[in-house]
Every structure is written in structure tokens, then in C-alpha cells.
DNA sequence: TATGAATGAGAGTTCATTCAT
DNA sequence: TATGAATGAACTCTCATTCAT
């Protein structure tokens, strides 16, 4: 039982990483058999066909990049202080998930797609939901002016981000030369406190 | 001799929305063909190969959203006003070049395509060579302080941008319903105001 | 060992319906397993292979086909009487068994198969030997000519009735709209006193 | 142009004796091509998919079997003479066409086909059309009886060859041992003098 | 220059069967 | 004895490309 639930995870993982790389496309069953080290006959055994992998990889990593209130609102900080937790936290999930996140924005693009992007759409709100909670005790404590919409806010909390991650190469030069920790470090370090401050600055 | 060029551009007009709306690699010269009601073997004829086509593509459109100085920098302007002008135009290029945009942004995701994003690059940085003056006569003038480098400031202008077309059907339900004219309204009248808004106060 | 037995004849019975439904090929171990309710590796478990288990459902389906003398030939009745109970008796077997002998047809037209016919022709020659009696009572009693031989016969019983299965939907127009059990009537009403007719004609 | 026809041609006449063999699941694409010395690619590349294959064999096929009343009734000739021209021409349809007629009656038997006999039992009906013609100036001639309806005595023309040729292999001990030839001469010279003999006694 | 015909390679999927337990 | 897991082989079909004219 877990032996075959290990074959499916491992499956899952590279196929991730492959449909990132290359596109859901262009990356046949046989380079994900390779990469899984197993028959190519099991992807359509486990799943039933690489459509449904797709989805069930999708559906799988949607539930992880979902946040939780309580890791985000305290009642000790005020809702400056939970604006930049829920941004450093959001931030946190796309860092920890790019493979994901690159799949998923190419799949967004596609119009023709089986996944509509429906399900993606419901974790969006999910989280737009906190972030709209800490807006509105940010109103209540006169720290927050109510101006554009929530979604609008979100656009220049996620955008940033997704920005820099397409132009990866571009951005390495101007960074570090070479490594994705460096990168990585990089957006923790100077990209997220300016997404905060540009955020606040939307909201005051 | 215009007859064929005429074809050509057709092809590539044609192609240029079946590889934004499909993909590349889910878009087939077949289809390619019989958008541009042409023989299949025409697209390797003119093109060499699917691949070249795509190159031709990108090459070409990357002149169309090169940016120019005179268009933006005006003498009796000051900073704030001319960075608003560049922000304006840059976005508009993005709108009136959605299918370009589309495109380019999933070849970006891609690792092993022959296109490297060389090309695109310079582009970018011509573009930002041209925001990179507008910054430094501000600080001059003492409206700015250089805080973040440039290159992270164009990422919070064409980032919040970026979000939305991928999530165009996300963002149609907050907009409006339906009509790809009032969803480019939508930006050029919220989102772009929140844009300059964001980026001045990065800048102060 | 009942028990086992119970799920070898089932295996049998739900195979000879898809293979006479839907031929032989065209039937998969799968939809077998399905159908019967079993696991897949069972097939080959039982039988050792598909091609066996059609050789099995053959074998013991012939059996059920052979007519016995005893039933047939009656002391006090002439050999017309005794030919009319022949192919009454012989027609009803094929309507007990149709989709076995949809299976054995189709089987027949097939060159290439393991079963090569041997086994039929001989439960077909038993039965052949019954009719050669009949006739050759018939023939010392005055009431037939031998002109054509026994198998010549034999084509003239069952080859309309074949016709008869094999174009069914064409003549269930002609006969009674829908039900197999109308079909089967209009066979013993109408079909079988006009073989009966047909064959004492030819040897007369 | 004649050279692709001349392809097509060869390709659905190697199909045609293939399928008949084999049957139709039971054969490849790669048996056709290998028969017909093609590339696999060139059954989709001309009929779409191995089933339009079929479909186009069987529809040409139709036109071919289908039987012409100026070659069988002439007005010097009395409705027996025209019967035993129309029993004969039949069935020298079916020797001309015994691969078709084979792959035919395969195909009669599985209901799942998307062949559904429709297009076949216009033929069916169209030469029934012909006997039908034939009977009734035999009655009006005093020659005839209209006893069994027109599709029970069609059934004892076809019937008797149909179970000749799927038990070819058992006819042949009988008949000749071996050739071809010889089958189709005592079909002629034995088979079908007692069918038209049969057909006429159920008519008086 | 232009194109219908043809091709080899590879795609995803399903097949009957065997393995390991 | 019984079965879920796994496999190699084969399936049909489509791909981008090239050939022949």
C-alpha cells in the first residue's frame, strides 16, 4: 500500500518539476517514466491518463499553498504587522513551491485546458479572504485608507513576485551570479519589503 | 513578391494567437495551416522549421514594444509627471500586444527553448535605460530617492500587470462581466493610477 | 472446490456472451473480469490464457450440441416423421445455444485461429450420422432418393436458419418488431416447416 | 493522381482479404501495411482511422454485389427461368466476393460495430426487390404459389451457400481435397442446382 | 515557387500476462 | 489459492518534416 503511494508521490514529483520546466505539453510519459525510474504503462495505471495526473498534481498542491488564519492575525500586532506576516507568508508558499507556481501560471495562459483554473480561483479567495480581514482592522484602527478593491491589492502583492520569477534570468545578473538560494535570499531580502511598502503606501 | 509576404505574415499573425491561446508545443502546423488557409508544408517552406516560426514571431514583435524617448521625456515636464507618461505607455504597449505578452511569458517558464530570452532582454533594457533617466532626473530634482534598483522598481510596474492577464477570468468577475474592452478599461483606469501610485512610493 | 469451480463457469458464461457479442478480439480480459466480477490476473489464473479459455467455452459448449439418436429415431414413426423431429430437434438446439454459435461462426470465418474447426466437425459429423440414418431408412422404405450427399442435406437445415440469425435485425422488421422471444417464434412457425419442406423436396 | 488512387486501391483490397482472414480487430495497421509495402502513417493519412478503412470497403463493396434486372428477367423466358438465372447470378456475386462476404457476415454478428448493416440491407433489399418481381409473374403465370413471405425465400437461397463456405473446410473432404477452384466448381455444378430445385418446391 | 504525397519518429494508451506476496 | 502491482509489447494515431514534381 504505501510502496505503491511512494511510486505515485515519486511520479508525482518529477512529473512537477518536468511539466515546469518544459511545459505539460511538451513533456512526453516517457521522460516522466525515466525520471520516475518505472514503465511508462503505469501513468495511465495510476492516474488513467497524463491529463489526470496533471489535475491530481494541481489539485494536490492547491491544498498546500492555502494559508491559515492563525498563523497570520495576532491579536497582540496591529494590522500593519499582520499585512507584512500575511505578505512574508504568502511570499514563503510561492518560494516553496516554485515548480508549482510555474506550472500553474503556464496552464492560467492556456484558454483550451481541461483544469479551468475554477479550483485555483477558490484558494485565491481563500486567501484573499485573510488578507481582506486584516484590511478591514486596518480601517478599523484608522492605520488604512479603504482605496482600490482587494483583488486590486493582491495584483501588487503576488505581481512583483511573479514578475521577478519569469525573468529569472534577467534578474540573476542584476542579484547574485548562479545560484537559486541566492535568489531566493535575494527576494526575501530586498524584493518582499518593498512589495510591503508599496502595499502599505496603496492603502494609506 | 508582396504575395508572398503577405503569406508570411498571415502565417505568423495566424500562429501568434494559436501559440498564446494553446501553446506552442499543443498548437500543430495543421492547425497553423488551416487558420492561415495555407498548405502544411508552407510553415517549414518559409520558416524552416515550427521552431524558426516562433523565433521570426518573437523577433519581430520585440521591435513593436521597444519604448521611445521622445514619446515620453518631455522638457517641461518633471519626473513624476514623465514617469507617469512612461508607465501609461509602457502598459499600453502590454494591452495592445495581449497575445505577444501571452506568448512570451510562457516561453519565459520554459527552460529548454531554443529561445533564451537574449533577445527579450535587451529589449527590457532598453526600456528600462529609458525609466533609468527618468529616476535619475528625479533624484536631481529632488522628488526621489533611489531606494530599490531599477530593475526591481520595473518589476512592481509590469508585476501587478502580469497578474491580471493571468488572471484574467479571476480579475473579469471583479471588473465586469464579460467584454475584453472593459477589462482593458479596467486597467488603464484602476489598475494604472494604483501602478504610479505604488511606484512614487517606492521612489520617495 | 465448488467454490472455484462456481467462478470457472461464470468466468465461461459472461465470456461466451462478449465474445459472441462483441468477437473475440475485440474482447478484452478486462471487460471480462468486469463482468464476472473477478480480478483480472484470474483469467490467466484459471485458464492460462485468453486463447485457452475460448478453446475451453468451445469444448465443453460442444458437448451441449450433439443430439441424441434415442431422442430422434422412433420405431413407429416413418423416417419423414422421424426427419421432421431431426430438424426440429437440431434448430433447437441452435436457438438454446445462439450465442455460442454467433461465437462459432465467427470463428469460423477466421483462418488463423487455434481452433482450428477439428472439434466442431466432429460433434457436426455425430450429428451428420444421425440424419444418415434417417435417410437411408427413408431411402429402403421408398418414401426418399438419395440425390444429393448427406452434407449437401445438411447446408439445406442449417444454412437458412443461419441466414435467418445472422441478418436479424433485416428480418426482424419482417417478422415481429423487437423481442428475441417473437424472433425465436417466427423460426419455429415459419422457418422450420419450410426447412422441413425444403429438405424432403430435395430428397424426394 | 491515379498513382494515389492506385495506392488507395491496393491498401482496401489488402485490408479487405486481411480482415476477412483475421478479422477485423485481429488485424494491424501494420499487417495493411506491411501487405500493401506502405508506411503505417498512410491508412490515417487516406482514411482518417482504421474504421473508416472499413467503412469505405464495405460501402464500395455494396455497389459491386448488387444485382441488375436487365441480366436476370427476359421476356422470352418463363419466372422459372428467371428464378434460375437469379439464383445462379447471386450466388456468382457471393464466389466473386467471398472475402467481402466472409468480412460481411464477421461484422453481422457484432453489435457493438459502428456498421450497423443498415447501408447492406439496402442492397439486401434492392435484390430482393428483383425476386419479388420474379414470384409474382411466376403466380401470375400459374407457375407459383405464394406460400413463405420473399425474405424466408431468400433465406434458402443464401442459407445453403453461407453454411457451405463457413464450413469450407468441412465441404472440402467432401468435395475435392485442396483447390479453390474445385470448391467454387461443385458450388456451382452441385450446391446450386439442389437450391434452385429447394426454392421452387417451396413455391409450389 | 509552391504543393500534394509520403515518411519515420514518437505520441498516449491499452493489451494480455507475470510477479510478488 | 488468490490478487493487487507491475511490465513489455503492441496498439492506433498524429507529429513535424521532406520528397518529387
Known amino acids: 500500500m504505501t510502496h505503491k503511494e511512494d511510486k505515485r508521490e515519486l511520479i508525482k514529483d518529477k512529473s512537477l518539476i518536468l511539466f515546469s520546466e518544459r511545459g505539460f505539453e511538451a513533456t512526453s510519459i516517457r521522460q516522466i517514466a525515466q525520471a520516475s525510474n518505472i514503465n511508462i504503462a503505469m501513468i495511465s495505471y495510476y492516474f488513467g491518463s497524463k491529463e489526470h495526473l496533471l489535475e491530481e498534481i494541481i489539485k494536490d498542491k492547491l491544498g498546500v499553498i492555502k494559508l491559515y488564519e ?23 508558499k510561492f518560494i516553496q513551491n516554485t515548480a508549482f507556481y510555474n506550472l500553474l501560471h503556464s496552464e492560467l495562459v492556456i484558454k483550451q485546458r481541461v483544469f479551468s483554473g475554477e479550483t485555483y480561483y477558490t484558494v485565491k479567495q481563500h486567501n484573499e479572504a485573510i488578507l481582506q480581514k486584516i484590511i478591514a ?46 535568489f531566493d535570499r535575494y527576494i526575501r531580502d530586498v524584493l518582499v519589503p518593498n512589495i510591503i511598502k508599496s502595499t502599505i503606501s496603496l492603502l494609506k
Open 137 to 182: 482592522s486596518g480601517i478599523a484602527e484608522g492605520l488604512f485608507r479603504l482605496t482600490p478593491t482587494i483583488s486590486v491589492i493582491q495584483a501588487f502583492i503576488i505581481g512583483p513576485y511573479i514578475n521577478f520569477i519569469l525573468n529569472r534570468r534577467y534578474y540573476s545578473n542584476i542579484a547574485e551570479p548562479g545560484t537559486d538560494d541566492s
Open 70 to 92: 492563525k498563523d497570520i492575525i495576532f491579536n497582540n500586532n496591529n494590522s500593519e504587522q499582520n499585512l507584512e506576516i500575511f505578505i512574508k507568508n504568502l511570499i514563503e
